[in-house]
């Protein structure tokens, strides 16, 4: 089974105001780490942006009405947008298993002129260590909403 670790930063982001992204960890890893080490085989140049972790209070949203299908893990880390340079994955729950699979850079998907980046990742929870770590943000809403 992987491991996965929620970790809420908060960062600086104009005087005085302070801005709060959500990372993960699997296994000891930063996933953004993860997805960069494979998008690195792809670049030429330039290309490809940065990513950064998203509001934690999107999480919470995704965790209280579960919704089958992509979810956003990771935002464009550039300029913030979540649709401009995202990483998605399908997340699905399994019995006593949480599996996160099918990762995808919408841009970079099978139909882009720009060529198809393969994630080819997949990490499988259990289910309870997983909603122990989830439990971290809704801990943090209730402190900083």
């Known amino acids: 089974m992987d491991i996965i670790e929620v970790a809420i930063i908060?960062?600086?982001?104009?005087?005085?105001i302070i801005d709060s992204y959500t990372n993960f960890y699997i296994n000891g890893r930063n996933l953004i780490d993860i997805?960069?080490?494979?998008?690195?085989?792809?670049?030429?140049g330039n290309i490809g942006l940065s990513h950064m972790g998203i509001q934690p209070?999107?999480?919470?949203?995704?965790?209280?009405?579960?919704?089958?299908?992509s979810t956003y893990l990771l935002q464009c880390g550039d300029c913030?947008?979540?649709g401009c340079w995202p990483i998605m994955a399908r997340i699905r729950y399994e019995n006593d298993t949480v599996v996160w699979d099918e990762f995808e850079n919408p841009h970079r998907g099978?139909?882009?002129?720009?060529?198809?980046?393969?994630?080819?990742?997949?990490?499988?929870f259990e289910k309870k260590q997983y909603e122990l770590e989830f439990i971290k943000i809704?801990?943090?809403?209730?402190t900083h909403n």
């Open 80 to 82: 913030g947008e979540l």
């Open 57 to 69: 209070k999107y999480f919470l949203d995704l965790y209280e009405r579960f919704i089958p299908g």
């Open 110 to 124: 099978k139909d882009s002129l720009a060529g198809h980046w393969e994630y080819k990742l997949k990490f499988v």
């Open 35 to 44: 997805i960069q080490d494979i998008e690195n085989q792809y670049r030429q």
């Open 138 to 142: 809704t801990d943090y809403l209730k």
């Open 10 to 16: 908060q960062e600086e982001i104009i005087s005085g």
